[in-house]
């Protein structure tokens, strides 16, 4: 498609919903700001197992997601979580993500900690509840809400 195209589709989007449009494209700066930083990231882990490139499990989980749960994340995320996480790997553990949208990254998390791992999202979207299981428990909920 060109990007013209996209262009017009973003255009008519805008128009059918003018409020959801103007707010996203007032995100837009940021969006930018992100895929800026996102690109221009290098990994500066010390720790061995990623300064000799070798291999991040979040990321490849992500790669190899063609289809099915999807999972949003900034790619230098990865590096990030892998090199403060990765010591939790195989042990028990309780992650809880905010945000769970299309679900994809809890099955992520859990593929990444292993066996022993329960998940817990929290998402504003009481749809998100549909991606409990025995490992995975969700709050639907405002991440500002105290109580
Ligand atoms: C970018 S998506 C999450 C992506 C997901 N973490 C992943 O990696 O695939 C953002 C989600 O955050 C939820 N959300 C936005 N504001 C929230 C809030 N104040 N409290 C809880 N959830 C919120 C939205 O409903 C949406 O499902």
């Known amino acids: 498609m060109s990007e013209l195209k996209k262009l017009a589709g973003l255009a008519c989007s805008v128009a059918r919903s003018p409020r959801l449009g103007l707010r996203l494209l007032g995100q837009l700066p940021w969006v930018m700001r992100g895929f800026a930083y996102g690109r ?9 197992a990623a300064a000799d490139g070798s291999r991040n499990p979040l990321r490849e989980f992500f790669d190899r997601r063609q289809s099915g749960r999807g999972i949003w994340k900034w790619l230098h995320y990865f590096d990030i979580y892998h090199r403060h996480l990765a010591k939790f790997i195989g042990q028990e553990t309780h ?11 809890l099955e992520m998390w859990r593929d990444y900690f292993g066996a022993r791992c329960q998940v817990y999202g929290v998402d504003l979207q009481a749809a998100c509840k549909a991606y409990e299981n025995e490992y995975t428990k969700i709050f639907v ?7």
Do not use: C, K, L
Request: charged content about 30%; proline content about 4%.
């Open 40 to 48: 221009d990231y290098r990994n500066q882990d010390a720790t061995p």
């Open 95 to 105: 992650v809880m993500e905010i945000g769970v949208y299309s679900g994809g990254s």
């Open 141 to 147: 909920g405002d991440q500002a809400d105290r109580e």
